[in-house]
């Protein structure tokens, strides 16, 4: 009991400790001080919680930020992209040319918006190919037909 105060002192308690000390001293009316410390020690419980709130929402989001990331980097493959990954980087390619690369540890949030204008570009590529590709075929059309 005496540790948790001294705790509750310095502002170390966990919210386990916290709620245990709470409990305590809710349950001894003749606690000295007893009204300072619950209200005390329920304001710290009210920041954990909140605490524990920010940490969830933030790991939700996180979560979704490298679900997206996952499809949009699956749907380069599917394009016919590849890529390349050691220690530190890992580098997309398409036909040989980056187009994307990311370093080891990067901030998921960042790293997805810079892979949404990479896929934007990628696309712009890939029209680039296409329109190409319509045009060679048009003139092989067009020589067979001479």
């Not at 809710?26 to 709130?53: G, Q, S, T, V, Y």
């Not at 939700?60 to 679900?67: D, G, L, P, S, V």
């Amino acid at each position: 009991m005496i540790e948790l105060l001294e705790k509750l002192r310095s502002g170390v308690l966990d919210k386990k400790e916290a709620q245990n000390l709470l409990e305590v001293i809710e349950n001894d009316n003749n606690f000295p001080n007893r009204e300072k410390h619950i209200n005390r020690l329920k304001k710290i419980l009210d920041r954990i919680e909140r605490a524990e709130i920010r940490r969830a929402e933030r790991e939700r989001e996180w979560k979704r930020q490298a679900e997206e990331y996952k499809a949009i980097t699956d749907n380069w493959l599917r394009l016919g992209a590849t890529y390349k990954s050691n220690n530190v980087f890992t580098r997309w390619f398409y036909n040989d040319d980056e187009f994307f690369k990311w370093s080891k540890g990067e901030e998921i949030g960042s790293l997805l918006f810079r892979a949404r204008e990479s896929d934007k570009k990628l696309k712009r590529i890939l029209k680039i190919d296409k329109k190409g590709a319509e045009t060679n075929e048009m003139s092989k059309m067009r020589d067979r037909k001479c």
